[in-house]
């Protein structure tokens, strides 16, 4: 018997033990169900690591915010994504620790860039904190964050081995967009059913009234060109249909997200889709339905484009200004550039020194240029390695 079967055969026996524990002595309540989840989720991830991707990928749109503080400014959350995913990563590093060399599966082209990255962002932070501009517990779990997408990368490449693997985990990523669509098209008709004349999809599972729709945009962007790079390349007719209905249900869905950050980023996104598949003709196709969808959106998705820029009035009479959402973002950015990077322009002013609402500016503002040098860098070894 190897040693991936013996920890098998240990993780069942744990399970086991576990539900029969759980059945005797606990309630069947909210809280009890999620203390026998959270073990069964690390336990079946030690068996099988496909099962804890597949936790993950349905999570991050299905998952609530649970308060753990408040303090006077804010609320303090965790999202139950958040813990899963430290459950998983913590249960596959343990099942690699026993059944492989742990260091010939973390080595990777991309580990030297990413662990000099992480260097920087807790070297910029302990330098913050010692002259007391950054929280070094927020800090610190900032940071943590970022070596857990990094897991998760090195988890998917150790794990992913077959075609059908990668078929299988895009099948279900599919379907927990279609789900998230639809659960999101109900609610659009409800509201226009109803009357209301302004309100924004959020994820199913929100507890902030509608704070989220910025995040829902983002993921059913990336889940558009997903869907939209398979038909072209797909040739089975049945699929190709089902997928343009998949589209469809979430472009929909995308719209009402109200999210103009995200209508941005369709730009470039369908620009990049066009320059991978070297398709020209999809190109002119959808320069026509841009132009031609303007003429079909509903009235409130043009109040919210309409409304970027507005007119007001001063003593020397009107002018145009940009609303607050986006002003306060160009004001953010300015901040960054023209006062925080002048200070410390090398390694930056720490992680989680404020919030930016914009990844490079994020970036520059946490770790300076050295950081944002890196990043760019990481990403573009990442794609050349995906590429092949």
Known sequence: MNRNQILIYIAILLCAVFVSLFVIRFDFNLKSIGLLVFPLVFLLTLIKPNIGLVVIIISMLFSPDIVLAKTASRDIFVRIDDVFLLLVIMAWLIRSAFTKDLSKTIKTPLF???FAYIMICLFSSLVSVTFGKVNLTISLLSTF??????????????NLKTLSQAKFFVIVFLFVAFVVSLHANLFIQQQISSGVTFFRVSPPIESRGGSEANTMGGYL??????ASGLILYIKNISVRITLFILILTMFRAFIYTLSRGSYIALIPAVLALVFISRKVKLAYLVLVIFISSFFFLPGMVKN???????TKEAISGKYLDIEDSPKERLDGWKRTLFEDLPNSPIIGHGVSRRFVDGQAFTILLETGLLGLFLFFWILARLFRYLRQ
């Open 112 to 114: 030297p860039l990413f």
């Open 221 to 226: 962007l990336f889940m558009l060109i997903i």
């Open 145 to 158: 964050k970022y070596a857990q997408y990094f897991m998760i990368f090195l988890m998917v490449r150790e």
């Open 304 to 310: 919210r484009l309409s409304q970027t820029f507005i």
